[in-house]
């Protein structure tokens, strides 16, 4: 009798253990909601700790579960997670992934919340509103915005005798100064023309008076004359040997060059202010002219699951994340300019160190970032295209000729 | 023994049988429903979804063969099926000699002989996405310690995850390194298997130690080579993590590298091209089981079962 109580005794707990895998009851012991909140920059752990601790001390039943993941995994998740209906409750999303996420239906839509409780959206810049409105309603409360600016090492700037950028710098002074400044003894390079979107070529193809994609939607500009002079510019800089080659910068990543002094000068966001901030080297002015100055402006809002099982806690802590209280936090630690009007000054002082300012004046000058439907999978394919371009393995008119065509029949989807 | 008495034993187990059966099906039961539902549903799952095309966030449509057709011409596939075999063809066998000749030596009398042991097991504890970590910075061509210890030798080492001539090897070299501990201790306790009186019998007649290798330790080992040949060849078609730690997505070196589930993935979590990503999978799991059946056709004339 008593083995056939242990077997018994050995299968209920054997099948209490499975049931214990399928359990998401997500309401924790002590009676809170707990609502979870994905985001990708591990730079920003620290402020959006603060912020939900301030956020408890007036919502104390509400318990905010952060999940990080890394950018390059993040999206790969949320669309697995939305086919799976196992979405984090708030989130991060930005510009290029906002129109997919809304016409699938698993954001959900804000106006009705935000005219019900009043929520005032005249509070953040109008285009960022616009960058998260789709067919009309609202997605997104804006959290923050970035524009580029030229970043540069003052010591390798001191020790070779050259002044500053400053705001007469155009493409052939910056290509100048480069090479004044690239020191092969030393290992050190004038500047890193980094394979990248925003803060890179895109930039560059505006500066140059190119496009992305066209006002209709419908076509990519990569195979136009100014986009491949921009891109050939770009890739200059490695057939000089004035920038790290592309292998160079993804085995070491060009930052991690520019941070421990083996790059003078290269483009980068505000996102870096939190790194760079204690590095006395270290400084930022606006980004050179090309037939014109230009930059992306791009920013990031939070947005609620379409299927949250607690829309109520969710549309809270949205809405504090969106509040001035917040920004005030993202100004104070510097982390990224904080996109609740007026309390950008605030995010200038936070570092006096570093010239902010050269980012605030980015937004004068600044062209949105494309946003489409298929800008992630267009996205996907520039990486793979272009980086052959910027080995040198391929020309850039071979390179750009195969990256219209793979974009192009993404776009006619 | 008489009719009646018989009767009673044959029926005494047949009850005991029956009994045994239920509660054997009931023990294996939570395990069951796990290999059910985490594996045998997903396989069936994935055959389905090979002959559909995915759009966002979980619609799909059925499309018949077109995933299989869109295969035919795609030249990714094939080059991730040639890089998948180099990877094979020389991990498998090197990863297996090795594995053989650390256990035999580790299974003689040495000083700190479990020190040995635990040093050759560690890579197999520790986290696949850790050691890629490690070894990129070992492999990095400018700042990485292989390339600073060529340096000493007035040696300019090579670019070694970023040529796409190399890097396939120098992933190699990881995985091999990483993979012996794990078959060494298969193969130790094969080795403390075979029984010592073979051992005496060779040393009465004057046998050295090679030829006692050859003649007496490998064929005895066979059936566990035969095992551990199998098991890394699944292993080895399905690498994917140290591919993906150690190559980064604006690599050079990534269409020389890329395995077919590397391509796999980009397939279903990159491009949200699920279904042609099942269809990848599908071939992925003929392919494998061609030639573990080939495996099994061919021990026959190698493996001896004592």
Redesign the interface.
Known sequence: MKKWLIMLLTTILGLIGLAGCSNDDTASGDGKVEITYGFWDKKQVTAIDEVIKLFNEKYPDIKVKTEMTPYGQYFQKLETAATGAALPDVMWMNGAHVEKYAEGKVILPLTDLAKKENYDLDNYPKSLIDLYTVKGEIFGIPKDFDTTGLWYNKKIFDEAGVPYPDDTWDWSKLKEVAKKLTDKDKGIWGYAALMGNQGGYYDFIWQNGGYIISDDGKSVGFDQPEAIDALNYNISFIKEGLSPTQAQMTETAASELFSSGKVAMMFDGPWMVQEYKNNPDINVAVVPKGKQRAVAIHGLANVIAANTKHKDASWKFVQFLGSKEAADIFAKTGTVIPAYNDTQDAWIQAVPNINLQAFIDGVDYSVPLPSVIRTGEIWQYETDVLKKAWSEEESVDDAVRELTEKANEALSK | MNTKAKLKVSNLTKTRKSSDFF?AY??I??TM??LFIFYLWPIFQTLYFSFTEWG???QYEWTGLDNYKRMLEDTNLLKSFKNTGIYIIITVPIGIFFSIIIAVLLNQKIKGKSVYRTLYFLPVITMPAAIAMVW?WL?????GLLNYLLSLFGIKGP?W???PKIALYSIIVVAIWSGIGYNMVIFLSGLQGIPKSYYEAAEMDGAGPISVFFKITLPLLSPVIFFVSITSLIGAFQVFDLIFMMI???????ESTQSVVYLFYQHA????DKGYAAAIAVLLLIVILIITAIQMVLQKKWVHYD
């Open positions: 509660w009931l023990m039961a939570p429903l796990g966002a966030f979980g990129k492999y990095n061509s400018d700042y670019q995850v970023s040529d980064g997505k604006s690599s050079t070196a990534l979590f990159v491009l949200n």
